[in-house]
């Protein structure tokens, strides 16, 4: 296994080219079940969930080939409709294949993609939307089995707003018969990309963008190509890796408008953003303000963010509030921030974090994706080295974070662990 070696305190000074968003590219991947042929994909994110989706695809007759960040996937009819545990469980967003090969296929069987650090993760809202819709749904030794002779459209209402579930239930609905009426959908970015990049294959999409979705379902869909979204929670992430260290950076390949209410919570932790079409220019010149956050589903604070904004708030002058009313027991990362120095108290899923706290460097341990990346940047602020392990969570979800933050002036390499 590897792990980071973080020296702490350089500032974090000049440009960088963000990547194109996981969270979009594996929606996206799903949906070029729907229909035969060769789809291209570019701003495409070479991270480790993407690479293991290529592997599940590969074993539903899909052949995926990457060149210059441009995924080219060949897609042939499969006699297999199995997602595999072993699969699965490396990665829960395999579960999008769920719908599609449902809607093209008449059956799925998924395993089910069981919790992950920070607890459980339920897909019941998955399961509602395509019984809904028709399927019958059975659960059995931790697999899912859908089948459906065809799927028929229906007004759906979403117990809780959920970016899988909507994702699930629109790669089914686009193929059923009539019209399909999804209220309280997820209207984060990529959810947005996923309708239009749907409606390029020929489905019948509107509402785009709004927690109202309709959808009338149409006989077959044929391949596309689109260009990734860039990653907000990458540029949120290196964003707060800049204020951190005081630093000056300018962002390019990004969409301002997708970092929602960041942008005003920076703003009020004293931070300087300069603003054009497709770039942010990043300074903190002056001391952090503590600012209090709660997270909630697109455009307020992503969950995503949670993390990160923790390890901020330590070097803040005063004491803030995090809360995330999305997964309420995300804090594995509270416990190692504790063996840098950081002050932090849980009180049930909100996180009291002691300001003008100053860290002092030593091993931490990567319990999950974003928990890791707030272990860097801690690091990059803590006094000494830190040793960030397990940094596999990290490389989940970004791509070649290390190289973007040594870029930037970071005193960061990889190593294996001793
Ligand atoms: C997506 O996960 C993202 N993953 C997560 O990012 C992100 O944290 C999450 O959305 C919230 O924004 C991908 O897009 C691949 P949800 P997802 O369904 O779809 C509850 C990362 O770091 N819920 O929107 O699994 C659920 O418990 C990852 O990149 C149900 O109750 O999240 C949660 O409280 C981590 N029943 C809330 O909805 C369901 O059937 C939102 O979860 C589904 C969800």
């Not at 009539?178 to 509107?206: D, H």
């Amino acid at each position: 296994m590897e792990r980071f070696v973080i020296e702490g305190q350089h500032r974090l000074e000049g440009h960088i080219h963000i990547s194109g968003a996981k969270n979009a590219a594996l929606p996206l991947m799903a949906a070029s079940l729907l229909a035969d042929g060769i789809y291209h994909f570019s701003n495409f994110p070479i991270l480790r969930d993407t690479l293991t989706f290529s592997k599940l695809l590969k074993e539903l007759n899909v052949d995926s080939q990457i060149e210059d960040h441009v995924l080219t996937l060949r897609v042939e009819p499969t006699e297999n409709k199995v997602a595999r545990y072993e699969l699965v469980k490396t990665m829960r967003a395999s579960f999008y294949v769920l719908g599609p090969l449902l809607a093209r296929y008449g059956e799925a069987i998924v395993s089910l993609p069981g919790g992950c650090a920070w607890g459980p993760r339920p897909v019941d809202q998955h399961l509602k939307g395509l019984q809904k819709l028709g399927a019958t749904i059975d659960t059995v030794a931790g697999y899912v089995t859908a089948k459906a002779k065809e799927l028929i459209g229906n007004e759906i209402v979403f117990d809780v707003i959920s970016v899988g579930a909507t994702c699930n239930v629109l790669l089914s609905a686009v193929l059923a018969k009539g019209k399909t009426i999804l209220e309280n959908c997820a209207r984060e970015p990529e959810v947005v990309q996923l309708c239009e990049f749907l409606n390029k294959m020929g489905a019948k999409i509107s509402g785009i963008g709004t927690p109202r979705l309709e959808i009338h379902g149409v006989e077959s869909l044929h391949p596309a190509d689109e260009t990734i979204i860039p990653d907000r929670i990458e540029l949120g992430t290196l964003i707060l890796a800049t204020a951190i260290t005081g630093g000056n950076v300018k962002f390019t390949n990004v969409i301002p408008e997708h970092l929602g209410i960041v942008q005003e919570k920076l703003i009020e932790a004293g931070i300087t953003l300069n603003i054009q079409d497709n770039s942010v220019h990043i300074t903190r010149l002056g001391d952090v303000k503590p600012v209090d956050i709660k997270t909630s589903p697109y455009p307020g604070f992503p969950t995503d963010l949670q993390a990160q904004w923790i390890a901020f708030m330590t070097i803040a002058d005063g004491d803030s509030k995090i809360t995330d009313t999305i997964f309420f027991d995300r804090f594995k990362h509270v416990a190692e921030l504790q063996r840098l120095g950081a002050r932090i108290r849980l009180d049930g899923n909100t996180a009291i974090v002691e300001g003008r706290q100053r860290l002092i460097g030593a091993p931490v341990m990567s319990t999950d994706l974003r928990a890791s990346s707030s272990l860097v940047l801690a690091g990059l602020i803590a006094e000494g080295t830190t040793f960030v392990s397990r940094i596999y969570h990290l490389d989940r979800g970004y791509e070649k974070l290390d190289d973007k933050l040594s870029k930037l002036g970071a005193k960061i390499f990889r190593e294996q662990e001793p």
